[in-house]
């Protein structure tokens, strides 16, 4: 094995999260930074709940996350 | 980052990423689903599933790194789609957890729409100001916030030509 080949073998693989992995994703954050489960969490989101409150810069963080649900 | 179909875009554009991430952590990248395919929709890409890499060296720092993208058709038509970055936020915590600074741009949400850097209570600054603000900045690429993590925060390089490869991919933020 060449030393490039061996380099190569380092870069990071990239996975598609399947829905599910994304709701596991969603929800392991959304309880991590803010307490709440991932539906809570887009409930409160989507009602502009978070908007000028304590939570906004968490909940703009876990926004981060939304497209693996939607 | 350009291609002829949806799915050579995503490559192109993920590629120099993957291998800037390459220069310090093996973590994967995961992005959401239909993130190669689905044209006109907004895309999470994420380094070890949103939660912190632990990088080593001597200041025992973490990372958080997530972007949001889009695949759009675009003018060539030799290359119809390119990928465009709707935002990202890079976070560096010390060893005990606590943020040292966070550069974010997410101009879909909330009303700051410049990209900014937050310094917060890791730096072991306390005043108030400091901590709320969100300093302007110019668009930080992710080969920036990775050099800045070997080069200032003493992150080890996990391989020899880690400088060559975050000089090459900067060119494609640059242009947008």
New interface residues.
């Given amino acids: 094995m060449s030393a490039e080949s061996t380099?190569e073998t380092?870069?990071?693989?990239?996975?598609?999260?399947?829905?599910e992995?994304?709701w596991e994703?969603l929800e392991?954050?959304a309880r991590k930074r803010l307490r709440l489960s991932a539906q809570e969490y887009i409930d409160r989101w989507d009602s502009g709940e978070f908007?000028n409150g304590e939570e906004?810069s968490e909940a703009?963080?876990v926004?981060?996350?939304?497209?693996?649900v939607? | 980052m350009a291609g002829r179909t949806p799915r050579q875009a995503v490559e192109n554009y993920?590629d120099p990423i993957?291998?800037s991430?390459?220069c310090i952590?093996?973590?994967?990248?995961?992005?959401?689903?239909g993130?190669?395919d689905l044209v006109g929709?907004?895309?999470?890409l994420?380094?070890n599933?949103?939660?912190p890499i632990m990088l080593g060296g001597p200041a025992g720092v973490s990372a958080e790194l997530?972007?949001?993208y889009e695949i759009i058709p675009a003018e060539n038509t030799r290359s119809p789609y390119k990928v465009r970055t709707l935002?990202y936020?890079y976070t560096i915590r010390d060893h005990v957890d606590r943020e040292i600074l966070g550069y974010?741009w997410?101009p879909a949400?909330?009303n700051i729409l410049w990209p900014h850097l937050h310094l917060k209570h890791g730096i072991g600054a306390r005043r108030r100001e400091v901590e709320k603000a969100h300093l302007p900045t110019g668009r930080v690429a992710i080969e920036d916030f990775i050099r800045l993590l070997i080069l200032s925060f003493e992150v080890p390089p996990?391989?020899?030509?880690w400088e060559e490869i975050l000089a090459g991919p900067q060119e494609r933020f640059e242009r947008w």
């Fill in positions: 380099i380092l870069d990071p693989l990239v996975h598609e999260a399947t829905r992995e994304g994703i392991r954050q908007v906004h703009l963080r926004a981060m996350f939304l497209p693996f939607r | 993920l993957r291998k991430i390459g952590t093996p973590a994967y990248v995961t992005h959401s689903k993130g190669r929709h907004q895309h999470s994420v380094v599933g949103g939660d997530s972007q949001l935002g936020m974010h997410h949400e909330g996990h391989r020899p030509d």
